[in-house]
Each structure stands twice: as C-alpha cells, then as structure tokens.
C-alpha cells in the first residue's frame, strides 16, 4: 500500500530554516509528481510546493524565493528546504504523491520567537 510518512517539523524563529523529508514506499516514486501542502488553523489547506516526476517545479508566491522542493528517486524521499521562515509559515506540513492524490499524516511547523 502507499505509505507517506512526514519528518523534519519542529519550531523554528523568525528568520530560521527547516528542512522536512517525506519518505515514501508502496509505489514508483520516480513515476510520480510529488508535492507539499500546509493548513494553518481556521485555514484551507494549502498547496506549498510541487516536483513532477520531470523535476520540474511549481511554488505558491507565498513561499517563493524562500522554499525549495527537490527529490531523491534513488531514495524514495521528497524534501523541503525552507529558509528565511515567517511566522505565518506556521502550519502542519503535508506530503503528497500523484496520480492518487495519497497524503501523509503531516509534520507540524512552527515559527515564533
């Protein structure tokens, strides 16, 4: 079965960086699109950031210039640098793979002083 599993969450300050890891198995990752979305509380969720299986990527303009998104095929793993981080990046971070739109269970971020 698809397993997406989060790590790398944490706290973080105003101006920090964090880097989040989805490992993934059950499935061919380096056929699939991968992606992270945020939900904030009170807050739709959010696409963040996507990779296609081409590595070509797509960012939210909230985030662009600050996140990056890459993959590991060789390790079944997709990333998310994030630098230069806000408070209002604060949100539970989602992994997902496509086609399927499979979710993993999500890693909280938080930003404050």
């Known amino acids: 079965q698809v397993q997406l599993v989060e790590s790398g969450g944490g706290l973080a300050q105003p101006g920090g960086s964090l880097r989040l890891s989805c490992a993934a198995s059950?499935?061919?990752?380096?056929?699939?699109?991968m992606s992270w979305a945020r939900q904030a509380p009170g807050k739709q969720r959010e696409l963040v950031a996507a990779?296609?299986?081409?590595?070509?990527?797509n960012y939210a303009d909230s985030v662009k210039g600050r996140f990056t998104i890459s993959r590991d095929n060789d390790k079944n793993t997709a990333y998310l640098q994030m630098n230069k981080l806000k408070p209002e990046d604060t949100a539970v971070y989602y992994c997902?793979?496509?086609?399927?739109?499979?979710w993993g269970k999500g890693t909280l971020v938080t930003v404050s002083s």
């Open positions: 990779i296609t299986n081409r590595e070509t990527t």
């Open positions: 059950g499935f061919t990752f380096s056929s699939y699109s």
């Open positions: 997902k793979a496509d086609p399927g739109q499979h």
